[in-house]
Structures are given as C-alpha cells and as structure tokens.
C-alpha cells in the first residue's frame, strides 16, 4: 500500500495539502474520519475522541451516557483511545493508498513505509491562513492567534512525543519538510504528488 | 534573477543535485568556482581559501609567496576571505539565473529572495554515497566516515553561525528540505526543478 502521512504545524495548510493530494492521486483521504472510527469502536464521545486523538491528553470531560467518569477512568480511556487508533490506521492503511492527517501516523504506520511529509509555515503566514479560514465570529488578535497556534503544536509535539525517537518536526523524521509561507497549496500540490509517486516507484 | 541555494550534509548528494538542476533549468552552476574567484580577487592561496571559504576557520597554513604569516595577518585574511565572498556571490548573482552550493549564500543573498533548499540524509546513506565518490586509495572505516561527516557538517554549521540567526539546518530558515536516504539524486531532480520554476513564477 502507498501511504503518504502529513505532519503539519497548525496553520501550515496541511491538511489542505493532504486533502488536495488525494484528490489528485485519486486515494483515500483520512482525517476526522478516524476520530469517528475511534468513537465508534470505543464508545467514547468524538469530542472527546478528538481531544485525545492528536493530543494524547485529557482537556474535554469524559462520560460515559451521563455519567462524569473518575480519573483513573480517563486514563485507561486515554489509553484505550490511543491503541484503538493505532489499530484504526493500520486498518486505513491495509484497505489500500491513503493520505493520512496527522495522528504521528508516519511513525505508527512505520512497518508500511510510507511517504512523510512536514508542512510549515512562518509564524505570519500561519496567522494570515487561520484568519483566512476562520469563521466571521472569530475575534483573535494576531497575538491571541500565535498563543493558539503554539499551543496547538506544543500539544502535538507532546502527544509525538509518545511514539516518537526523534523531536515532532524535526526534519530528520520526514522524506519531504516544505515551507508553505506565502505559497498556494493548490499551485504546490501537482509537484508533490509528483514527488510522491516517483518516491513510491523507487520502493515497488 | 532567480537564484537557488543549496545547504546540505555531507554526503548528502547536495552538490550532485545542484549541478543536475542548474543543468535541467539550464542556469550557471557555482560551487568551487567561488574559491577561484576569490583566491584571484585577494592574492590568497586557493587551498587556504578553499578551506576559509566554507568553515570560517583556519586549519590550512596561510602563506604569501614562501612568508608564513603571523597570527594577526591569519585572522585580517580570513576576514577579507569571508568580505571577498560576499562580494563574489552578489556578482554571481547579479549575472543571471543561477544555483550557488554553500557558502551561506542562502542568507547572503536574501535580498534577490532566492529559493533556498537543504539536503539532508541518515548517516548510513551518507557514509554509502561518500564510499560511492571516494577515491580507491581511501581507506576510511564507517566510524571514521561517520566522524568526518560529522566534523564537517559541525563546520559548516559553525561558519553559517556568523550570518545566520536561525541554526544551520533548522526546516524554518529553507523552503524545502529533502531527505535523500536511498533516493537517487538524479530520479530526483526533474521534481525539484518543477518546483523551483513554480516558486519562483508565484514571485514574479
């Protein structure tokens, strides 16, 4: 199977990138579906599923029906989570060629050899893509910004940090970093589907 | 003028590629050619300079004529060096399109916007590619090798720190890094070229 996973800072235009690319490629393309996945197979709230899924940490009340679950329960649930979604990508994986969306799936997907990728951005550009897809509602100063977006990539480098021998972003872990400032996903999808599958060929 | 820098590991096949991409976009190549150049422009020892050039550091005895120089002149020549360099590369670049290999030329020239990339691979596949390009009389063991590799990488890392504020190496100071563990360089290129024409069409 040839899988290509995205890593990406949070504004980076990662997952534009991801869905575009298999579009292009004409393959699977996962990304929430396996906070359902997991929901489904768990029996977990997806809000929750979704807190735990990226993070690997508890921010969002975990019930059961209505019942508010006692701490030892949120970590085995915690845990539960995270092998649930282990196994869920592999079985992503097994079904055929998939674009994978974060979820340190570059590494847990390892035994598949698949094509990593890191997409990032320069601090301006990340404000100016969130700002760009944000709701009209949405009232965050460039300062206020920056403090989520760090944040955000603070808790995936964390939640990396669990599967990961080397740092989350550093590039010695991925096949491809790109720089994403200023530069239209669109344009820069075709080449790295190019990438891509020139990469594959070299391992059929 | 559209310019492409390459920063890469030793033994990462970075030159290689450089050369294979000012060959398909059909631009100058510069790499030793600097040495040249600057050695004629200052009256220094070509080999001093060579070994000025890319570390900042003088491990090569710096002689005028048959004169071992004194401490003070070493330090006022490595200076005149690292000036002479600068002004070469701005009149390499003021000539055309070009791909400029090392030299921090990334950071020297980031006033003509270049397209800056860095090439990096797994010690195991640089230790292979340097066995590949040695000559037959080199005798290297994998450790000296991987000592090597490493010294020089630790170089070029200690000169970039003259100019740059972010480390050498470091995803966010490039726009596309690629790791080219088992990938042959020249598969590799028609890829980069694609989407070194595209960078460079979104800033015209």
């Known amino acids: 199977m040839n899988v290509i ?3 990406r800072e949070f504004g980076s235009g990662g997952r534009e990138l991801g869905k575009r690319l298999a579009d292009i490629l004409d393959i699977a393309y996962y990304d929430k579906e396996i906070i359902s996945a997991i929901a489904g197979k768990s029996g977990l709230d997806e809000r929750y599923v979704a807190n735990i899924s990226e993070k690997g940490i508890c921010t969002y009340p975990l019930t059961f029906g209505r019942t508010l679950s006692l701490y030892t329960d949120v970590q085995d649930n915690n845990m539960k989570i995270l092998v649930t979604q282990q196994q869920i990508l592999k079985e ?3 079904k055929g060629d998939c674009v994978i969306v974060g979820r340190c799936a570059d590494v847990i997907l390892r035994e598949y050899n698949p094509f990593n990728l890191f997409i990032y951005a320069s601090m301006s550009s990340k404000i100016r893509r969130c700002r760009e897809r944000a709701s009209a509602d949405e009232k965050f100063t460039d300062h206020e910004m920056e403090k989520r977006i760090k944040r955000i990539d603070k808790e995936r480098a964390k939640y990396s940090e669990l599967f990961l021998d080397v740092k989350w972003g550093a590039k010695e872990g991925y096949h ?11 344009k820069l999808t075709p080449f790295v589907a190019e990438y891509a599958k020139n990469w594959f060929k070299r391992n059929e």
Chains 1, 2 share one sequence.
């Open 5 to 7: 996973t995205i890593s």
């Open 92 to 94: 992503l994986a097994d």
């Open 176 to 186: 491809l970093c790109i720089n994403t400032s200023d530069i239209e996903i669109e």
